[in-house]
């Protein structure tokens, strides 16, 4: 079966940078492209990067482009989000996500990022 297992959450002051990893496994990962998302509380999960199967092209939230940078390496089924410039408002529950047609949407347990002083 599909497993997303997220890690690198913590706490990080304003200004600092954390890297976010998610390793797969369960289906073939250098066919799909990947997602990250976030969830702060009393808020919707909404998407903050995506990657295609081959790491060619990337897209971005508006609120985190030129901070953050999403990357995948096939060889070791891991997707990774490199933020940097943290804010507070980056704050939330951070999770990767596989999306196969037919089969819907894959998520990980979640890693929580929290951006204080």
């Known amino acids: 079966q599909v497993q997303l297992v997220e890690s690198g959450g913590g706490l990080v002051q304003p200004g600092g940078s954390l890297r976010l990893s998610c390793k797969a496994s369960g289906f073939t990962f250098s066919s799909y492209p990947m997602f990250w998302h976030r969830q702060a509380p009393g808020k919707e999960r909404g998407m903050v990067a995506s990657i295609t199967n081959t790491g060619g092209f990337t897209n971005y939230a508006a609120s985190v482009k030129g901070r953050f940078t999403i990357s995948r390496d096939n060889a070791k089924n891991t997707v990774y989000l490199q933020m940097n410039g943290l804010k507070p408002e980056d704050t939330a529950v951070y999770y990767c996500?596989?999306?196969?047609?037919?089969?819907?949407?894959?998520w990980g347990q979640g890693t929580q990022v929290t951006v204080s002083s």
């Open positions: 996500s596989v999306i196969r047609p037919g089969r819907g949407n894959d």
